[in-house]
Antibody, heavy 119, light 112 residues
């Protein structure tokens, strides 16, 4: 059974940093691209960042480029999202998602982790 | 970015009835390789989104055949026949043809 478990969320002040983790199990992690998607009541679902199987290729939405860094450790079956210079508009539930190459979409999602940026 | 417009915002249905959700994109979703990367998700209350339909009309693993997707170009439809209680929730379309991936704003399927 595919499982994705996020951790690391919480309350953080504007301008500070937070690092999310996503532990994967139930599939060969190194064979799949991965992504982070966030959700807010006002903006809905937004793709945030993606990373290739080996980690050599990364992609970001414009609003987080230069502030967020996606990475992965295939030996630990874990992906990460380092979030720096956080802003109030980054407040959201963040989901870890697996990218299914056959479906060419995010086919499995974690349960999500809440990030609140507020003073 | 490609704008995905879903209608209706809310869709009251009766159990056993049929539901139809529309998704329109601001530009064609036909990729240069000929494929169309339009997908549908269901987010049940308190849960994360789950993939229902990929590439317009393909049901994902374990998805019952009550769910069907159709469409082409910029106009797409998700149909749910014989609605069951576990079908209630928020439905989203997603395009992954053009960078970045973009989602529709959602359609809430609720009991009439």
């Amino acid at each position: 059974e595919v499982q994705l478990v996020e951790s690391g969320g919480g309350l953080v002040q504007p301008g500070r940093s937070l690092k999310l983790s996503c532990a994967a199990s139930g599939f060969t992690f190194s064979n799949y691209g991965m992504a982070w998607v966030r959700q807010t009541p006002t903006k809905g679902l937004e793709w945030v960042a993606s990373i290739s199987t080996g980690g050599g290729n990364t992609y970001y939405r414009d609003s987080v480029k230069g502030r967020f860094t996606i990475s992965r450790d295939n030996a630990k079956n874990t992906q990460y999202l380092q979030m720096d210079s956080l802003r109030s508009e980054d407040t959201a539930t963040y989901y870890c998602a697996r990218f299914g190459p056959g479906v060419r979409a995010n086919d499995y999602w974690g349960q999500g982790v809440m990030v609140t940026v507020s003073s | 970015d490609v704008v995905m417009t879903q209608t209706p915002v809310s869709l009251p249905v009766s159990l056993g009835g049929q539901a139809s959700i529309s998704c329109r994109s601001s530009q064609s979703l036909v990729h240069s390789n000929g494929n169309t990367y339009l997908h549908w998700y269901l987010q049940k209350p308190g849960q994360s989104p789950q993939l229902l339909i990929y590439r317009v009309s393909n049901r994902f693993s374990g998805v019952p055949d009550r769910f069907s997707g159709s469409g082409s170009g910029t106009d797409f439809t998700l149909k749910i026949s014989r609605v069951e209680p576990e079908d209630l929730g928020d439905y989203y379309c997603l395009q992954s043809t053009h960078f970045p991936d973009t989602f529709g704003a959602g359609t809430k399927l609720e009991l009439k």
